[in-house]
């Protein structure tokens, strides 16, 4: 069983639809999630990281992490066609090892 | 923030030569950073954890002789290709390790990416 397990996509979606990425793990041990976004031939760039489980909202995006299912989620609302990319999940257990779903590419159609 | 930058951005080299890629801290010391590969269509995969002033620890399965991690200061490491073949061709990326926030997450702070293509 994979450590960190993401829908690969494509995901596509009309402009201003709510997105919602999910990824499913399998270490209870971990604390950390993260979600980061990588466009076309860039570096991935942090998006948001929650501690623990509950929910944390920036802006349009928000990430939520249930424990008990080991069951990770970002939500995008009001998509944009900039929000086209590629989002990875990971989790680690702080200081260790990150690890990384395999990524959902998801695109915003005007 | 904390920024990393990585260069060259895009590479093309002959069979059998050595391309050096960079991976420098901008704004803060990064005592551990990391080295990625990327396929096409596929998530990152870690090739190697650079430590400042000592050996990198390198995945099951990177060669070491191979790709060659030297991290000789708080801001900078460096991966060398060394004999490259056209299998090598991928995408590199580096990374940082950053505290962030109260909680003391260690979330990471990616280079924009090296593309290698060798011929």
């Known amino acids: 069983q994979k450590e960190v397990e993401q829908d690969p996509g494509p995901l596509s979606v009309p402009e201003g639809a709510i997105v919602s990425l999910n990824c499913t793990y399998s270490?209870?041990?971990?604390?950390?999630f993260m979600w980061y976004r990588q466009y076309s031939r860039k570096g991935p760039e942090l998006l948001m990281y929650?501690?623990?489980?509950g929910n944390k909202e920036d802006g349009r995006f928000t990430a939520q992490v249930d424990k008990s299912s080991k069951y990770i989620s970002l939500f995008i609302r009001d998509s944009q066609p900039s929000d086209s990319a590629t989002y990875l999940c990971?989790?680690?257990?702080?200081?260790?090892?990150?690890?990384f779903g395999t990524g959902t590419k998801l695109q915003v159609i005007p | 923030g904390a920024v990393v930058s990585q260069h060259p951005s895009r590479v093309i080299c002959k069979s059998g030569t050595s391309v050096k890629i960079e991976c420098r801290s901008l704004?803060?010391?990064?005592?551990?950073m990391f080295w990625y590969r990327q396929f096409p269509k596929q998530s990152l995969m870690l090739m190697a954890t650079?430590?400042?002033?000592?050996?990198?620890?390198?995945e099951q399965g990177v060669e070491k002789d191979k790709f060659l991690i030297n991290h000789a200061s708080l801001t900078l490491s460096t991966l060398t290709v060394t004999s490259a073949h056209p299998e090598d061709s991928s995408f590199y990326i580096c990374?940082?390790?950053?505290?962030?926030?109260?909680?003391?997450?260690?979330?990471?702070?990616f280079g924009a990416g090296s593309r290698l293509t060798v011929l």
């Open positions: 990971t989790v680690s257990g702080g200081y260790q090892k990150v690890t």
């Open positions: 929650t501690y623990s489980s």
């Open positions: 704004d803060f010391q990064a005592t551990t």
């Open positions: 650079s430590n400042e002033g000592s050996k990198a620890t390198y």
């Open positions: 270490n209870s041990a971990f604390q950390y």
């Open positions: 990374s940082a390790r950053v505290t962030s926030g109260v909680s003391g997450a260690n979330v990471l702070t």
